[in-house]
């Protein structure tokens, strides 16, 4: 089957990537899955086939073999090989409103303020969804050093009114391109979304088990293009979905 895919993350998965959107024909979200590298696409399935990478926001074509479910990834599917296709971008201003619809209205993350999951809870309670559009309140960046090894993390609320904050690592390879260039410390969003604080989506997703737990992960940064007029209307759209 040929789906339309908005494409919402493209992260780093080890050597690999995590891909996934929102079907424009169904509304489902999808997690793409190859055949090469278990549980992910390889840089090459992840591309187009002229090679260019699928960024966020790129609306594409897949062909889609069978669904690959698991308890902690519902959204798993099979990619055809060789099967993306260009389609357009979605990231013009009236596109703002229609990807807020998309947002998850729930006051918590993938369903708990935890920063993951114990693996062993999913096997009999396995997720509903392990990926979800977020729209962050007060959102900070966190470079830390640790021994040597260098971690990226986005600070953050889930409305504003909130009191727990998030610290989630950050996968999405752009985000992580630019707090490369910056120096170990905590950094208004205004770094990330080139001035334009605040307005910004976050691509919400559940790792595969890592010593027992699932992690939450940041795995697409999203700044919305939109304008004085257009963000009254979104916040109508959104208060009335």
């Given at each position: 089957m040929v789906d339309r895919i908005l494409c919402l993350a493209n992260s780093y998965?080890?050597?690999?990537?995590?891909?996934?959107?929102?079907?424009l024909l169904s509304k489902r979200w999808l997690r793409l899955v190859g055949r090469q590298v278990p549980g992910c696409l390889t840089i090459g399935e992840a591309s187009y086939a002229d090679g260019?990478?699928?960024?966020?926001?790129?609306?594409?074509?897949?062909?889609?073999?069978?669904?690959c479910a698991s308890h902690c990834h519902p959204e798993d599917v099979y990619l055809e090989s060789k099967s993306l296709q260009f389609v357009e971008r979605y990231d013009e201003p009236h596109h703002a409103?229609?990807?807020?619809?998309?947002?998850?209205?729930?006051?918590?993350?993938?369903?708990?303020?935890?920063?993951?999951?114990y693996g062993?809870?999913?096997?009999?309670?396995?997720?509903k969804r392990s990926i979800e559009l977020v729209k962050p309140d007060d959102l900070w960046w966190w470079i830390r050093d640790e021994a040597g090894k260098r971690k990226n993390r986005a600070l953050f609320r889930v409305g504003h009114a909130s009191r727990f904050r998030y610290d989630l690592a950050v996968t999405?390879?752009?985000?992580?391109?630019?707090?490369?260039?910056?120096?170990?410390?905590?950094?208004?969003?205004?770094?990330?979304?080139?001035?334009?604080?605040?307005?910004?989506?976050?691509?919400?997703?559940?790792?595969?088990?890592?010593?027992?737990?699932?992690?939450?992960?940041?795995?697409?940064?999203?700044?919305?293009?939109?304008?004085?007029?257009?963000?009254?209307?979104?916040?109508?759209?959104?208060?009335s979905h």
């Open positions: 998965k080890h050597d690999h990537r995590c891909m996934a959107g929102i079907s260019r990478e699928v960024r966020l926001l790129d609306v594409f074509e897949a062909e889609i073999v069978e669904t409103a229609k990807l807020m619809l998309h947002v998850s209205r729930d006051q918590t993350v993938l369903d708990g303020a935890s920063d993951r999951i062993k809870k999913l096997v009999g309670y396995p997720m999405d390879p752009t985000c992580l391109q630019r707090l490369n260039g910056l120096k170990p410390g905590i950094y208004s969003n205004a770094i990330v979304a080139g001035g334009n604080a605040g307005r910004m989506l976050l691509t919400a997703s559940l790792s595969e088990a890592f010593e027992g737990f699932h992690y939450k992960l940041i795995a697409g940064v999203i700044p919305l293009v939109e304008t004085a007029k257009q963000e009254r209307r979104i916040a109508v759209a959104a208060a």
